[in-house]
């Protein structure tokens, strides 16, 4: 069955091909929340936005010593994944040597609010334990 957003009170919720309320993957869920963390639950990519929330343009080379623990190709995963949502815009800079710098698009820029939020969250609710092996 093909999923279909209905909304009630303002809340997308879940709803299979009829319009009822279904079993699908989103069930209880709010879709909007749902499409989230689906981009930035995984690992790594809240990261990659602090760092170019905070620290504004950088260079692959950076961004990967600014983040412990990344593969190369992890990070250019997470970066790909910004770009094609459209929070990172990549520029190559003309070489030699050629560099690719990233940097945050405006929707990118939108989200330091919810980052800020959430890193004030965590000082405040979630303990430092919960970090298994550093970052």
């Given at each position: 069955m093909a999923e279909h957003e209905?909304?009630?009170?303002?809340?997308?919720?879940?709803?299979?091909a009829c319009g009822a309320e279904g079993p699908g993957p989103c069930r209880n869920a709010d879709l909007?929340?749902?499409r989230v963390f689906t981009l930035?639950?995984?690992?790594?990519?809240?990261?990659?936005?602090?760092?170019?929330?905070?620290?504004?343009?950088a260079y692959f080379s950076e961004l990967r010593r600014a983040v412990p623990g990344i593969s190369e190709r992890m990070?250019?995963?997470?970066?790909?994944?910004?770009?094609?949502?459209?929070?990172?815009v990549r520029e190559v800079d003309a070489g030699p040597p050629l560099r690719v710098s990233y940097r945050l698009t405006e929707a990118g820029v939108?989200?330091?609010?919810?980052?800020t939020e959430l890193a004030v969250w965590a000082d405040r609710y979630l303990p430092e334990s919960v970090l298994r092996n550093g970052c």
């Open positions: 209905a909304v009630t009170d303002g809340v997308p919720i879940a709803t299979d909007a929340l749902t930035l639950g995984k690992r790594w990519t809240g990261m990659l936005l602090g760092v170019l929330t905070n620290g504004g343009p990070l250019s995963d997470r970066l790909t994944e910004l770009a094609e949502a459209g929070l990172v939108a989200l330091k609010p919810a980052l």
